[in-house]
């Protein structure tokens, strides 16, 4: 279990010390930004209940792409070794 502690904060320092995170993270939190208030405007003019589910919806589905962009570094590092 040591060892995989080890492993797991060694490849989150890596991803940290990259441009790739933080572009990543960054793209994740514009476009989130962006659907919550296109979302929120839309229901403000059709007068519907606020709600959060739009966006969370959106969010498993931006997440789906944004989880494959972060783990092919590390496949792409496998399969040189």
Known sequence: MRNLFAIAKRE??????????YLVTAAFLLVS???FWLT???MV???EVPTMRYTVEFMIVVFVF???LLTMRLLAQE???
């Open 40 to 42: 929120l405007d839309w």
């Open 79 to 81: 399969r040189r070794m």
């Open 66 to 68: 944004a989880a494959p």
């Open 12 to 21: 989150i320092q890596s991803y940290l010390v990259s441009p790739v995170a």
């Open 33 to 35: 930004a962006l659907y």
């Open 45 to 47: 003019q059709y007068r």
